[in-house]
Each structure stands twice: as structure tokens, then as C-alpha cells.
């Protein structure tokens, strides 16, 4: 079958919202895949969630009957560690708002989690999702911050998609601490160009031979729109269609589910 979009060989997919809703899936993940693989395209899932790690992800797709290598899994924990090694490459310690997920994925690349706010050993304030959240924690990242450690949150997104809606999500609690410290982030995943870049590396492949498949506008397609990725936005996550149509940079494609993108395109 032919393709609409020319030359391309990678489905990168967005998780939270496109697959599923916290456990709940959205759509049939595994005729998902199952379409994905017949049409010969490889695929990578990026997600901006930190608090679990790629393992976890594993065994979460394997309860829907499909296997991926550690490589087709981004987490925005995951391009943090990466982003870090290249600027302190012997690691060492930093101070972690955020979860399980967040500090297992540091420690792999030799970030080791400061309980403590000394501002002699610390390398950088890493914020992520923190459902145990305190306000010790957001004390203590602003002080380190504003001392002159550097910020860096794992992505922007003020909310997450859950069952029963949504709920505050890492960009909420960066931006406590961005206005307790007058002090702006760096923000590693969607939509900044790293994580991307993270994925047409992995990918082996140019921006226009990928599509970006995702729920978000701010964060999946602005930031694949802006690498020159081409866009799929499902409207089984955050956003609706009447946003979606007053978007100043419409998305490639516009479906109700990932599914209904991948029959837009072939």
C-alpha cells in the first residue's frame, strides 16, 4: 500500500492518551501494532512521563501482547539522563523532584539522588512528576536554584490525562518552583528539540521520514512540527477537536484515535 506521506519509515507514538488512559487503553494497542509492523515502519514511543522506567514500560506493553527492545521506549527521564551525561560526563550528584522511575533512570548513568540541599555537591535540580510531592521538596529546589544550581525539568505539561479526566502533571510543579525562583527551566522532552533529536537518532532516520503520533498540541505537535517531523494529533487524550481546528499550525492529520491516523495515511 502506499503511503501519503513519501519515504516514510517511523511512527514515533506518545503514550499517555494514545495508547491509554493511566491502565485503561484507549484503543486496540495491539492492532496497533500489529498495522504499524504490516506497513513495514519501524516505531519508537516517546513519552513525557518520568516517574516509571523503560522496564516498566516494557512489561506494561507486553500485558497487550507486544514486545518492544529497550531502544523503542523514550521516557523523558530517560533523554534527562542522557542530556546530563553529556554535560557532567563522570555524573555525580543531583537533587530530584520526581519519582521512582526518574531517580532508577539517573542512577543507570552515575546521578546520584542528594537527599539533602548542599550546594557544594549538587550538580543540577532534576524536576519531574512527583505524586509525593512536599513542600520540603519545593523548598529545597528553590533555594538550590536560586543559589545557582541549574534547573532542569523533565517536560512542560501542566496537566495528565486520567481516567476521570485529568490531573496536575511535571510542568506544574516546575513551574512552582520557576516563580518561587524567578529562575527558568530547561526542559529536556516534548517539545524541545532534544528528545526528538533522541529519537531520530535511535530511528536512524531524517525528521520528514517520521510522523509524531499524539494527543498533545504544545508538546508532540509543536515539537515535531518545529524539528520538521510530520504530525498526527488523536483526539483520545487532552485535546478536543474545536481546539485542535484553532491551532495556528494545523497537524498533518486529525483522528479520534491512532488507529484513524494510520488509516488517514494509507
Given at each position: 500500500m502506499i503511503t501519503k506521506i513519501p519515504g516514510i519509515k517511523t511512527v514515533f507514538l506518545d503514550m499517555d492518551g494514545v495508547l491509554w488512559r493511566s491502565d485503561e487503553p484507549v484503543l486496540d494497542i495491539r492492532e496497533l501494532f500489529d498495522r504499524i509492523k504490516n506497513e513495514g515502519l519501524n516505531v519508537y514511543c516517546i513519552t513525557n512521563n518520568s516517574a516509571r522506567t523503560v522496564e516498566y514500560y516494557q512489561e506494561?506493553?507486553?500485558?497487550?501482547?507486544?514486545?518492544?527492545?529497550?531502544?523503542?521506549?523514550?521516557?523523558?527521564?530517560?533523554?534527562?539522563?542522557?542530556?546530563?551525561?553529556?554535560?557532567?560526563?563522570?555524573?555525580?550528584?543531583?537533587?530530584?523532584?520526581?519519582?521512582?522511575?526518574?531517580?532508577?533512570?539517573?542512577?543507570?548513568?552515575?546521578?546520584?539522588?542528594?537527599?539533602?540541599?548542599?550546594?557544594?555537591?549538587?550538580?543540577?535540580?532534576?524536576?519531574?512528576?512527583?505524586?509525593?510531592?512536599?513542600?520540603?521538596?519545593?523548598?529545597?529546589?528553590?533555594?538550590?536554584?536560586?543559589?545557582?544550581?541549574?534547573?532542569?525539568?523533565?517536560?512542560?505539561?501542566?496537566?495528565?490525562?486520567?481516567?476521570?479526566?485529568?490531573?496536575?502533571?511535571?510542568?506544574?510543579?516546575?513551574?512552582?518552583?520557576?516563580?518561587?525562583?524567578?529562575?527558568?527551566?530547561?526542559?529536556?522532552?516534548?517539545?524541545?528539540?532534544?528528545?526528538?533529536?533522541?529519537?531520530?537518532?535511535?530511528?536512524n532516520c531524517l525528521p520528514e521520514q517520521a510522523i509524531m503520533i499524539g494527543d498533545r498540541l504544545d508538546t508532540d505537535i509543536l515539537g515535531a512540527q518545529d524539528i520538521g517531523i510530520q504530525t498526527g494529533l488523536v483526539l483520545s487524550g487532552v485535546t478536543t477537536k474545536s481546539l485542535a481546528e484553532s491551532w495556528d499550525r494545523a497537524p498533518t492529520y486529525i483522528a479520534e484515535n491512532a488507529i484513524g491516523i494510520l488509516e488517514d495515511i494509507f
Open positions: 506494561k506493553f507486553e500485558t497487550f501482547s507486544v514486545v518492544l527492545n529497550r531502544d523503542q521506549i523514550i521516557t523523558s527521564a530517560e533523554a534527562v539522563s542522557m542530556f546530563l551525561i553529556k554535560k557532567f560526563h563522570k555524573g555525580g550528584y543531583v537533587y530530584i523532584v520526581g519519582e521512582e522511575g526518574l531517580v532508577v533512570t539517573l542512577h543507570r548513568k552515575k546521578f546520584i539522588q542528594a537527599l539533602e540541599p548542599d550546594l557544594n555537591n549538587i550538580l543540577a535540580v532534576v524536576v519531574g512528576l512527583d505524586r509525593n510531592l512536599t513542600y520540603k521538596k519545593l523548598a529545597d529546589a528553590t533555594h538550590l536554584v536560586t543559589n545557582g544550581v541549574p534547573l532542569i525539568g523533565t517536560n512542560p505539561d501542566k496537566s495528565l490525562p486520567i481516567p476521570t479526566g485529568v490531573a496536575p502533571g511535571a510542568g506544574s510543579i516546575i513551574s512552582a518552583i520557576e516563580t518561587a525562583s524567578g529562575i527558568q527551566a530547561t526542559i529536556i522532552g516534548k517539545p524541545e528539540r532534544f528528545v526528538f533529536q533522541l529519537a531520530l537518532d535511535r530511528a
